[in-house]
């Protein structure tokens, strides 16, 4: 085998080594790598009363309330299946609205309530210019329509 | 063999053809300061025709209005930064394979434009993030692992500056830039892999891009703007470093006095 064939062998092998390394250490840390972790996993006892986590998912529709302070909220975070109730104090972002993501970081009480200090939005990967969203919230509505 | 480091593609590379040539330091250069220049011109153009549509083409975004706009360097910066990491590791691997001397030199020339675009992703990234989601800087998998490409390059170029022999400078480096490279595709993967605060690719090779199309011109407009700039800034800075390594070396002496006599590299033939 000539030199370099040689060479090119030991970095192939090398580079196959530390890439399963670093796939088994990952798959490992899967659980501790999340950023938070989703209201079916609270239902299932995942977070421990009075333990500090994040919860994700979608502000539930028609969950949003303010108490009469004007900076207490409440609303509910869900994943469709199971929801959480979050109480907040502050100024929530801008980007923060029913039916779209959030993520609440607290810790949970013992009545199974999380007192957030601090709420994040969420926003996912589509963009468009606001006439292409009318668009496409008229054709969801027409299609909707045509169905009932 | 042993008394001879420099193996034997560059040695004999004056002699063969194709690409082999440019093995050799002073093709490279010559090949380096040809090149250089369109692609600093094409990324003036590329880049004021981005800005351009960035600005006052693009229609501000339904949910997020005008601050969107940033995605316009975040993103192309954050895949260069990843590229040109790949790439280090690429030339670095070609270095130890082949003993080429300019693979190496190419890695080195890459890194700090690496470093700065991974710098410009992280901090309008940062930007971005305060009247979005609410914070600057949270710790989840995108953003830590971007973080860590950061010291990654800053890393390798401490350690290649820290050997003063530029042979075992080289191999270090591109040891760094291998074992480094695995991060690459977990920053690209982090969103899907793990539950992230940072959503997922507007713009990737498998499926359609969930953006207006407008944008996404844009958007590619900007990231080639970026490709050449890094491109003609890292065949410079080549340049530089292959005059200092050889400057004990007839073609470098000739080709420095050239340059600071602002006589054209084209008149070889003249004397």
Avoid at chain 1, 51 to 64: I, K
Wanted: glycine share 8%; net charge positive; with cysteine.
């Amino acid at each position: 085998m000539r030199g370099r064939h040689k060479r090119l062998v030991i970095v192939a092998v090398g580079v196959a080594l530390l890439a399963a390394a670093v796939g088994l250490i990952l798959s490992a840390f899967r659980e501790n790598l999340v950023f938070f972790i989703t209201p079916s996993e609270v239902a299932a006892g995942k977070a421990q009363v009075g333990q500090f986590f994040r919860v994700g998912g979608l502000v539930e529709r028609g969950s949003l309330r303010r108490e009469e302070d004007g900076v207490t909220v409440y609303f509910r975070i869900t994943d469709t299946v199971h929801g959480l109730t979050v109480v907040y104090r502050g100024a929530l972002p801008d980007l923060f609205a029913e039916g779209q993501g959030a993520v609440a970081e607290g810790v949970l009480r013992a009545d199974g309530v999380m007192e957030a200090k601090r709420v994040l939005a969420k926003h996912d990967e589509t963009y468009m210019p606001p006439e292409a969203a009318a668009a496409v919230e008229q054709a969801k509505r027409a299609a909707q329509s045509m169905k009932e | 063999m042993r008394k001879h480091p420099i193996a034997s593609v560059e040695e004999r590379a004056g002699s063969r053809g194709g690409i082999w040539r440019f093995a050799s330091p002073p093709e490279f250069f010559r090949l380096c300061g040809m090149l250089a220049p369109w692609f600093a011109g094409g990324g003036l153009v590329l880049g004021i025709a981005g800005l351009y549509g960035a600005f006052f083409v693009a229609p501000p975004d339904f949910r997020q209005g005008e601050v969107y706009r940033i995605i316009y360097i975040h993103v192309p910066a954050a895949w260069m930064s990843m590229i040109i990491y790949l790439a280090m590791a690429f030339w670095g691997v070609v270095g130890l394979v082949l003993n080429t001397r300019v693979s190496f030199v190419l890695a080195h020339a890459l890194a700090p434009t690496g470093a700065l675009w991974c710098f410009v992703a992280l901090w309008s990234g940062a930007l971005w993030g305060k009247p979005t989601w609410g914070t600057y800087w949270a710790w989840d998998a995108r953003m830590t692992s971007q973080l860590l490409l950061l010291f990654l390059y800053l890393g390798y170029m401490a350690l290649v500056r820290a050997i003063d022999e530029p042979r075992r400078a080289d191999r270090a480096g591109a040891l760094v830039a291998i074992v480094g490279a695995v991060n690459v595709p977990i920053i690209y993967f982090s969103v899907q892999w793990w539950n992230t605060l940072h959503q997922g690719a507007s713009v990737s090779l498998t499926k359609a891009p969930a953006m207006a199309t407008v944008m996404v011109v844009i958007l590619l407009v900007m990231t080639l703007a970026v490709w050449f700039y890094s491109i003609a800034v890292a065949l410079w800075r080549a340049r530089a470093l292959l005059l200092q390594r050889e400057r004990g070396s007839v073609w470098a002496q000739e080709a420095a006095r050239r340059s600071l006599f602002k006589t054209p590299m084209r008149s070889t033939t003249r004397e």
